[in-house]
């Protein structure tokens, strides 16, 4: 297993108007490489990032990499707007 990455991964659950990121990569306009501040120390690689607006998903995608206290992570099928940056 890769440094860094948990053998359990856990899901970090954030509402898309309380969710500030960074586009790193965009496709069709939609962020789909993302950098964003963790507020939750406990938060691996390997984790799963899903961002919400109600009910629906606009990002379900893998944490790949942490550092520095922020974290990267990619959903190829995103629903975020690359521009949107809260």
């Known amino acids: ?46 984790d799963v990032l899903l961002v919400l607006s109600g009910s629906d998903i606009h990002f379900h995608g893998l944490i790949g990499r942490v550092e520095e206290g922020s974290a990267i992570a990619s959903d190829r099928r995103s629903l975020l707007p690359s521009g949107l940056i809260h």
């Open 1 to 46: 297993m890769p440094e860094g990455y948990s053998e359990n991964s856990n899901t970090l659950v954030i509402e898309a108007d309380q969710f500030s990121f960074e586009t790193l990569s965009q496709e069709n306009g939609n962020a789909i490489v993302i950098r964003f501040q963790l507020q939750n120390p406990e938060v691996r690689a390997g």
